[in-house]
């Protein structure tokens, strides 16, 4: 059931987005700088005028100040109350909506357990971490019983570690508390991990909008695929679990070894930087390493990119302007390709 | 001589000049005659004659100057460019000229009419108030939008996400954030209506006894060839002065909560 619809929005750089978000799904708004995210989450919490219509449940909320929206609003960069401690702010909603103090509490206490920040509540912001003032925020976002959330960037100021168990964590809140939520992130990987679909936001445009896999495997367009990085879609014929975490992949005349988390696989994504190459036979083991030969050469932006057939399959890989001169390459030459294997990604 | 070293001797300069001003007036100190002067029913009378008017005068700007404050911080509104404008007027127009502005308002037409319908400004204590109010309503307004300008308005869209009407935001998360800058205005604006002479003395004159405020005593009794007993008002002043400056110093400092 449609929870939110945007209609024929337009301001600033966003021009006709229609758009339509599902109770309690988590979609995810990616795009490139300037592409209008923002702007639309500004639109969607009534922070700033706009022309077309917005709707909740189907009604047309378009005269409604922020604060009758009922729009949880986590910003990227937090804004903690720095006057209140752990507890004030997370409380502050439900104190202006008057909510009778023993609700309150109680709500918060939920809130306090649930996001694991119990000994903060009498901290002050300025004294907690980045990780700390991410989980007061989404508490406060949504302690007076928002039915929508509006996140900008929420792992933004988190180490690569922290922000992919946050997004676990984060994905598991919001399917418990059955928030719909709305979530504006630049990093593809981990938009792939939290939202039940994806949004590709470019100038202002939404390009496509479908399932992680979808836009992954199936991009509808050059733009989307250059922005999920041209990953090379293999299609696997043949799997044979090797061990523990280990699955043999294979492709036409070519045996890849992969990583296993028990998922049965029929395609694998990898994306062009993923791939090395060599013009001459590197040491080491010889594992996911193949020999092929280069058949088309692009410049793109500051790096090369190269086409390369191996055993009929064609690979795009890529690398710097440097790697490119410093190996001579050329059309024709052959060289070693070198899949890595820590981010390739599957389709069931 | 290096320039951190030129631009330490200059602020000395300013201690110094400051300094040796104040060490001055002990020339002319009389212990006797600075009790006697103290205690003495006209000096009593213009001092809480001071007091009374410029807490009455600071409290009505506040009260129009706070609102304006947040305005200016806040929107973006037809003519807002022509008002940031004019609140510099009572700092760049001398408070005579400002005095003599509203002498000659109220010996218009209107201003006579509301002089007679309404309050008595010419020669009375609403005069002083009136004169206070003038000169500081436009630095009041331009010290609080200072300190609300620091604060970013992101935290009232919060507030707002969270149900908080525009009110409820600013009196629950502006006033609190800036309460620090706001009272430190407050402290100078009220300084400065108790040193307020200019456009007091046009509007208001200058009786004994019913509109002399402190600064207007210390005129009359320079008038009077009274070294002595001005320099027990200049002490009054300087020490109440001295001790508002140290009483914003300590709100501004960082290390206080809020």
């Keep these: 059931m449609p929870l939110i619809e945007l209609k024929n929005i337009e301001k600033y750089v966003l021009q006709d987005i229609n758009l339509t978000v599902y109770d309690k799904e988590i979609l995810v708004l990616a795009g490139p700088n300037g592409s209008g995210k923002t702007t639309l989450l500004n639109i969607i919490a009534g922070l700033i005028k706009y022309k077309g219509d917005v709707l909740f449940d189907g009604r047309n909320i378009n005269s409604l100040p922020t604060h009758k929206r009922g729009v949880g609003y986590l910003l990227q960069d937090l804004t903690l109350f720095p006057h209140m401690n752990v507890w004030s702010n997370i409380a502050y909603g439900l104190k202006v909506q008057s909510y009778p103090q023993e609700k309150i509490e109680k709500r918060v206490e939920e809130l306090l357990e649930a996001l694991h920040i119990k000994k903060l509540k009498d901290k002050y912001p300025d004294s907690l971490s980045g990780g700390e003032k991410q989980r007061v925020a989404i508490a406060r976002a949504i302690a007076p019983f928002q039915k929508v959330l509006l996140l900008d960037e929420p792992t933004s100021s988190l ?98 070894i992969l990583p296993y988390e028990g998922t049965k ?48 399959i064609e690979f795009l890989t890529e690398l710097s302007k440097e790697a490119f001169d410093e190996m001579e390459l050329s059309v024709g030459k052959e060289v070693f390709v070198i899949i890595k294997l820590r981010r390739l990604r599957y389709a069931e | 001589m290096t320039f951190k070293r030129i631009s330490i001797l200059l602020s000395f300069t300013v201690f110094i000049l400051y300094g040796g001003l104040i060490l001055s007036l002990f020339y002319f100190y009389n212990g006797q005659l600075f009790l006697e002067t103290i205690k003495s029913e006209r000096t009593l009378f213009s001092l809480r004659l001071s007091l009374v008017t410029a807490t009455i005068a600071t409290i009505a700007s506040l009260i129009i100057a706070i609102p304006s404050a947040y305005a200016l911080s806040r929107f973006h509104f037809i003519g807002q460019s022509l008002i940031d404008t004019i609140l510099e007027l009572p700092i760049i127009i001398s408070p005579v000229a400002l005095g003599a502005t509203v002498l000659i308002f ?62 409820k935001a600013f009196f629950t998360i502006t006033m609190p954030l800036c309460k620090k800058g706001v009272l430190a205005a407050s402290f100078l604006t009220w300084a400065k209506a108790l040193g307020e002479f200019g456009a007091t003395i046009t509007i208001a004159g200058s009786m004994a006894m019913k509109t002399e405020t402190i600064p207007i005593a210390i005129y009359m009794r320079l008038a009077n060839a009274d070294i002595e007993g001005t320099v027990v008002l200049v002490f009054i002043l300087i020490f109440i002065g001295l001790g508002i400056l140290y009483g914003v110093r300590m709100l501004t400092k960082k290390s206080i909560p809020y």
């Design chain 1, 159 to 256: 180490d690569a570690q922290t922000a992919k168990y946050f997004r676990i964590e984060l994905k598991a809140l919001l399917k418990r508390f059955e928030i719909t939520s709305i979530i504006v992130m630049h990093d593809l990987l981990g938009a792939e991990e939290i939202a039940d679909r994806i949004a590709i936001l470019n100038k202002g445009r939404i390009d496509q909008i479908s399932t992680p896999e979808e836009i992954l495997f199936h991009p509808n367009s050059e733009k989307v695929s250059e922005f999920v990085g041209m990953p090379n879609i293999i299609r696997c014929d043949r799997c044979k679990v090797l061990s523990t975490g280990l699955i043999e992949v294979t492709t036409g005349d070519l045996t890849i």
């Design chain 2, 106 to 167: 109220f010996n218009n037409p209107f201003g006579i009419f509301l002089q007679e319908k309404g309050v008595q400004f010419m020669f009375t204590v609403y005069g002083i108030l009136l004169a206070q109010f003038i000169t500081t309503l436009g630095i009041a307004i331009r010290l609080i939008k200072a300190a609300m300008d620091e604060i970013p308005h992101r935290y009232e869209e919060v507030a707002r996400t969270l149900g908080a009407t525009p009110a």
């Design chain 1, 265 to 312: 696989i029929s395609r694998i994504a990898i994306s062009p930087h993923d791939i090395y190459i060599s013009d001459t036979e590197p040491p080491g083991p010889t594992l996911n390493r193949f020999k092929g030969t280069i058949t088309e050469i692009m410049p793109f932006r500051s790096l090369m990119r190269l086409k390369v057939d191996v055993r009929g």
